[in-house]
Each structure stands twice: as C-alpha cells, then as structure tokens.
C-alpha cells in the first residue's frame, strides 16, 4: 500500500472543506478539481464511486459525497457504499484505478512499515 501522495491529501482536504461548510464553499471546488487532474482518463469517466466506510454513511452523508464528486469530476457521479469494520475509521473511495484511502487502517499499516521495516510501501 501506498503513502497518499500531497495531491490525494489535498483532495481529501478539500472534500473535508466542502463538506463542513455544506457545499457553500465555492472556492474549494477549483482546488479538488485542480489536484484530480492528473486522475487517469478511465477514472474521469466512471460514473460510480466505490466507497468503502468504516461506519455506515448516512444517506445524507452519501448524498454530499456524491455532489463533491460529480462537481470534481464534472459530471453526475453516484455512490456504492459499503460498510467495511476493518477499515476502523475513515473511507476509502475508488474510482477505477483512483484510490483515495483515509482509513485508519492503512495509516496503521504505514505506520508498521515506517517504525518496523524502516520503508515506506
């Protein structure tokens, strides 16, 4: 697994953004559209988001994540949630071969290969 790269940070800062302040920060979008640009053209064109969270979304919740979505990748995007307990907390999205991951199970699983092995994966 990899370490989430300072554009998929951004990214997931700037859905963090938008969905405190409930979608009225307009200044935002332009920023997650910007660090998405170099999301590969099969994921641009996905119409469906895999989510994996560990706790269930509420619809509410699934409806945000699906308007930041389709705002980011310029057309409607829908949502497949799924509720994954290993995940602990956090979400994983995916959207063909682009993963944005925030779980905390893959934080403990960099943290493992930074502190025992001494690499990052």
């Not at 170099?38 to 064109?45: D, I, L, N, S, Y």
């Not at 979304?57 to 497949?80: F, K, P």
């Not at 956090?90 to 092995?117: N, P, Y």
Request: glycine share 6%; proline share 2%; with cysteine.
């Amino acid at each position: 697994m990899k370490i989430m790269t300072k554009d998929a940070r951004g990214f997931v800062q700037g859905v963090v953004d938008y969905l405190r302040k409930d979608g009225n920060n307009s200044h935002s979008v332009p920023k997650v559209q910007s660090l998405l640009y170099k999301v590969t053209e099969t994921a641009k064109r996905q119409k469906q988001a895999h989510v994996e969270s560990a706790v269930k979304l509420t619809i509410v919740e699934q409806q945000a994540l699906s308007r930041v979505l389709s705002r980011v990748m310029g057309h409607e995007v829908g949502v497949d949630c799924i509720v994954t307990p290993s995940l602990i907390a956090g979400v994983r999205i995916q959207m063909a071969d682009w993963i944005v991951d925030t779980s905390f199970q893959s934080q403990l699983t960099e943290m493992k290969h930074l502190l025992i092995e001494g690499s990052v994966v």
